[in-house]
């Protein structure tokens, strides 16, 4: 899921956008935590988790706070992002030979 800032709130995004039995790769984008309370952080960060992302990428707007929450439930699968920032996507062809 690519997103800008997630006035909408990521979690609430997330559960439109997807249905029970797809995957979630990952989160890239603005998570629009900046000045939210110690418990909405802890609580998006939470619900986070429930989607097993394979990758949170937090831009500037999900704040520092929320951004140390994350690395510290998502360790190696986190990563800060901004304007700059290069993702490489690989899709599976009919064979399941990985294509760019």
Request: overall charge negative; proline content about 1%.
């Amino acid at each position: 899921m690519v997103t800008g800032c997630s006035h909408a709130g990521i979690i609430n995004i997330l559960r439109h956008c997807l249905k029970k039995e797809e995957r979630l790769e990952g989160v890239i984008g603005g998570l629009h935590l900046v000045e939210a309370s110690e418990d909405r952080i802890e609580k998006t960060v939470s619900a986070l988790g429930e989607f097993s992302p394979s990758l949170v990428a937090a831009g500037h707007c999900t704040g520092f706070r929320a951004q140390w929450a994350l690395y510290g439930a998502f360790r190696e699968r986190f990563a800060t992002m901004g304007s700059g920032t290069v993702f490489c996507f690989y899709g599976q062809t009919e064979k399941g030979d990985k294509s760019e």
